[in-house]
């Protein structure tokens, strides 16, 4: 834990200059960084290994210290298996439409596009036991006992005042999360102009790749669980 706070700082100027430029003009961004050159993925690779690092470490305050290592380990495996899968199937749903971009460039962007939804997940969830705690201790009490020991009974009856901070939490949550949503959509845009193809047949392989991404996010959703 503690090599992987000094490496995280070691980047963290680098990389807080990354995010905010890629969050700020993705396409640029991404055109910048996947031109084919030598290290490209290398720095793909560490922008979302930080990111997924920082978004573990925001989480561990509900996993118990012996088991922060291994959950870390399963799910960053789950979260590159997930990568590696999803690159290929928006690489086939672009190839329908007529993309002839390489895999491995579509494993940059996606790298770095995922690094940022996992920041923005991150956020949100900050924001949103932030709200608990400062606000509403009583609600944010319940939610660890939820966490630690989820019940759909449980979550349906509990008190009045404890739903009220459940909600408006979870509404910081949602706007957060919006916004994420908001960016990954211009986002796709570095998809298309990496293939050279026009917006309707960017359309069609966004909506090819959402349709043929569901069983698969589903099937890791299974294997994480």
Known sequence: MKDLLEKILAYLPG????????????????????????????????????????????QGSFVAAQKFLTNAIMDGILYLLFIAIFSAIIQLCWKIVGGKAEYQRFLITSSYFVGVLSIGLALGSLCFIGILRML?????TWFVKFIQA?????????DPSVSIGIL??????????????????????????????????????????????????AALYVMAF
């Open 15 to 58: 990389y807080i200059l990354d995010l905010a430029r890629i969050f700020s003009g993705p396409k640029q961004f991404v055109a910048e960084r996947n031109k084919g050159n030598e290290g490209d993925l290398v720095k793909a690779f560490t922008f979302l290994g930080v990111s997924l690092s920082i978004f573990f470490i925001l």
């Open 136 to 140: 509403f201790r009583d609600s944010y």
């Open 168 to 217: 408006l939490a979870f509404m910081a949550f949602v706007a957060v999360m919006f916004v994420t949503f908001v960016w990954a959509l211009i986002s796709w845009g570095a998809y298309r102009e990496l293939n050279q193809l026009s917006r309707p047949r960017s359309c069609v392989a966004l909506l090819l790749t959402i349709l043929l991404s569901f069983p698969v996010a």
């Open 150 to 158: 989820p019940s759909l009974p449980a979550a349906l009856n509990q």
